[in-house]
Nanobody
Framework: QVQLVESGGGLVQAGGSLRLSCVAS????????MGWYRQAPGRQRELVAV???????NYTDSMKGRFTISRDNAKNTVYLQMNSLKPEDTAVYYC??????????????WGQGTQVTVSS
């Protein structure tokens, strides 16, 4: 059983920073693309950023320059450094990963989410 566990959310004032982490554990053969999504109350889940195993990144335009995604392949971990946070960044942040548990079995998995609240 493979699972993703996020950490690092919390309450921060506008202009502050947070760093989210997501660790994949269990039977893992290989991890492909990893990413972060977020969902604010009453809104659809949206992409924040994704990163390939080789380090190629892609961001939603509104988050470029403020958020940085990175990963440590040896630790099966993806990070999201969030700077200059705004109240509109308040949301539940979800980690996702495309994981091969065997050479023949690939699944897209989600973490349970971590709450980020930015006060004005």
């Amino acid at each position: 059983q493979v699972q993703l566990v996020e950490s690092g959310g919390g309450l921060v004032q506008a202009g502050g920073s947070l760093r989210l982490s997501c660790v994949a554990s269990g039977r893992i053969f290989r991890i492909g693309v990893m990413g972060w999504y977020r969902q604010a109350p009453g809104r659809q889940r949206e992409l924040v950023a994704v990163i390939t195993s080789g380090g190629i990144t892609n961001y939603t335009d509104s988050m470029k320059g403020r958020f940085t995604i990175s990963r440590d392949n040896a630790k099966n971990t993806v990070y999201l450094q969030m700077n200059s946070l705004k109240p509109e960044d308040t949301a539940v942040y979800y980690c996702s990963a495309n994981i091969m548990s065997t050479p023949w079995l690939r699944n897209d998995l989600w973490g349970q989410g971590t709450q980020v609240t930015v006060s004005s």
